[in-house]
């Protein structure tokens, strides 16, 4: 009778046991329904950092919908699809929980256009070639003169002693002031002059003191903005820069 029992005792606990594994299983079955159903999505999708880069155009490129699964998203291929576009230089990208993902782009800045044999490029401040175009349409950056690169493409990188001078001088102007030069001239290694678009010239000089001479510049261009002076050229290649204002 009692080994009756304890067969019935032990058929019990089996059962038991059965059945917690049982709902363990259709739990976790249900957890993974869930998070792979459309809608466990996430709510929002920010995209930081960027100018150029429009969010469309950082989602795409990323190959990010603007609803996706949380679960699916891998936060390592976005990054290297973005890294892979010329105009992205760094990515980072965050999961918050429960329904963000951030996506915070650094982009290359475009510092300059140069002739090549074909048109013009666009480079960055490390010479990295990032657009080629046969014309020049719309110019938000200064044209640098006085040199003509060969056939180059999208990727390549400028190694030019004369234009890695010009871009240390751009790369260290605030946008404000950059957006002001429509022409960098090379008539020499050691002449380089600066057109403004308000026809205004600024003697550069030398390759020396070129991040001096680009700081003078910001502030004497704000100057002249504030007491909209008349000018008709500036001089940095002396330690005291010369103004000279133009004769009506």
Not at 39 to 64: D, Q, S
Not at 86 to 91: P, S
């Given at each position: ?82 890294t892979s576009d ?13 329904a963000t993902i ?99 010239c600024i003697r ?45």
């Open positions: 009778m009692q080994t009756a029992e304890r067969l019935r005792a032990a058929r019990k606990r089996r059962a038991s046991i059965l059945a917690l594994w049982l709902a363990a299983l259709i739990a976790l079955i249900a957890i993974f329904l869930f998070i792979n159903s459309p809608y466990f999505i996430v709510g929002t999708v920010v995209v930081e950092g960027n100018k150029y880069v429009t969010v469309e155009e950082v989602l795409r490129i990323a190959g990010v919908p603007e609803k996706i699964n949380i679960f699916r998203l891998k936060p390592a291929e976005i990054k290297a699809r973005l010329l105009r992205v230089d760094e990515v980072q990208v965050e999961r918050n929980f429960p951030t996506i915070h782009i650094g982009e290359r800045q475009p510092l300059a256009f140069v002739a090549s044999q074909y048109g013009f490029v666009e480079i960055d401040r490390q010479g990295i070639v990032m657009v080629a175009l046969k014309n020049l349409k719309q110019v938000k950056v200064p044209v640098i003169t006085g040199v003509r690169l060969g056939n180059v493409y999208v990727g390549d990188q400028i190694n030019n002693p004369g234009l890695a001078n010009v871009l240390t001088y751009l790369s260290e102007l605030d946008e404000g002031a950059l957006n002001q030069l429509s022409e960098v001239n090379i008539k020499s290694p050691d002449e380089l002059v600066v057109y403004t678009t308000n026809s205004v550069i000089g030398d390759n020396q003191r070129l991040l001096e001479k680009a700081k003078l510049t910001a502030e004497i261009l704000q100057e002249i903005a504030t007491k909209k002076m008349t000018v008709e050229y500036v001089d940095l290649n002396y330690t005291s820069p010369i103004i000279k204002i133009r004769s009506k």
